[in-house]
């Protein structure tokens, strides 16, 4: 497999477990008690206590931020072009005919 395929499969599927991490320990955090109350009545969110589930998503949450920046890098072209496109679409719609 070529070095740049490789790249991009690592990257979204790097994404991919990253986001299911970031959005799973997120809305057990959503639930979860004050830190206080959580220690006391021993509170789980499936395994993870509430220290666990404030490292697990801070890391998984940088984690993610950053092959967000490698992700949006390999995929600059396409991007610059959608958005390109768009503001076209929308400048035709609202002042008319435009250039290209
Ligand atoms: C699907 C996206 C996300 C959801 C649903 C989400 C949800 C939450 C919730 C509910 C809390 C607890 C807030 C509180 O206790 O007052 C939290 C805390 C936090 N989130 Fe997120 N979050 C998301 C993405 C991120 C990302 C991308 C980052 C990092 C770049 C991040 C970093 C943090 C940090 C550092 C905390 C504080 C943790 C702590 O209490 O020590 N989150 N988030």
Do not use: C
């Not at 970031?22 to 220290?51: C, E, K, Q």
Request: hydrophobic share 50%.
């Amino acid at each position: 497999m070529a070095d740049i395929v490789r790249l991009r499969a690592l990257t979204s599927s790097t994404l991919a477990v990253t986001f299911l991490m970031v959005l799973v320990t997120g809305i057990g955090l959503y639930f979860a008690p004050s830190g206080r109350t959580a220690r006391i009545d021993n509170w789980h969110f499936f395994l993870w206590n509430r220290m666990q589930l404030e490292n697990l998503h801070t890391i998984a949450g940088f984690l993610m931020s950053a092959v967000v920046g490698i992700h949006l890098i390999l995929n600059y072209r396409m991007f610059a072009g959608e958005l390109r496109s768009l503001l076209r679409k929308l400048l035709k719609k609202h002042f008319g005919k435009t250039s290209g």
